[in-house]
């Protein structure tokens, strides 16, 4: 058994159980303690696990897990790391740190983190439904009542549909217009294999996507969890450039744990 320190956080109600892993106290290669520790019966519950480590070329790197061990590109895990590294003493208002799909900038500003995203260079349309990957993939989905709409059921289906199996499968946004510039968004995450209350790489798409039917930078988004916004400069109807994910992200509590 080891006595393991954690802090847990949240960026608009994704939240993260985080550990400062700088003296390689938790192996990365333990992924049942991973899904132990993201289990909200038997562990401290979390939609996902965040190692904060040292790195040569960059401020940190952030090593991510989804709650069943899986990984991916996390915004809002994004949000909440750099966060966590400023809390840490490792940066002050300003970063570059290492994720899975390469450097990130980021800064805080009146409370808010800013996370520059990766240029996205490829936007597919398939029966008025939008395929985006930002990092993470994510499938668009426009409703009339997101509020009413049953994500879970909607999102497993279409999560596993043929054209996502061979690769991995996709997370599932259901968007409503709200007003102009205004969206209300609900995501349905891989690797949770649920709802989550945001999903930071998910409005990213989601804002690109609308884009396309004529909303500008920035996109104001809605999530269960509390608002967020992406800017962003549009060079094409495919490619984008200067995408920046911001909204809060805070620590919630901290303890310890036995794995
Ligand atoms: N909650 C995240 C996305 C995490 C990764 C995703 N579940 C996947 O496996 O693609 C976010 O805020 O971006």
Sequence with gaps: ??????YKYQGTGND??????RQFTFNQNDLESVRKICDRKFGIGADGLILIQDHPDHDFEMVYFNADGSQSLCGNGSRCAVKFANFLGIIDQQTTFLAIDG????????????LKMGDVE???IKNKEVFI????????????????????QEGKRIRYMEDYSKTGGTNVNFVQALSHNQVFVRTYERGVEDETLSCGTGVTAVSLAVSLKN?????????????????????????FEEIYLIGPAGMVFEGSIEI
């Design 16 to 21: 993260f159980v985080m550990i400062d892993n």
């Design 122 to 124: 490829e936007v597919t």
């Design 103 to 114: 450097a990130h900038e980021a800064f805080l500003e009146d409370d808010l983190v800013h």
């Design 1 to 6: 058994m080891t006595h393991l320190k954690f």
């Design 133 to 152: 990957n930002t990092g993470s993939p994510h499938h668009i989905k426009f409703v009339d009542d997101v509020e009413q709409f049953d994500v879970v």
């Design 215 to 239: 909303y500008q930078s920035p996109v104001h988004i809605k999530t269960l969890g509390g608002d967020l916004q992406v800017s962003f400069n549009k060079i094409n109807d495919q490619k």
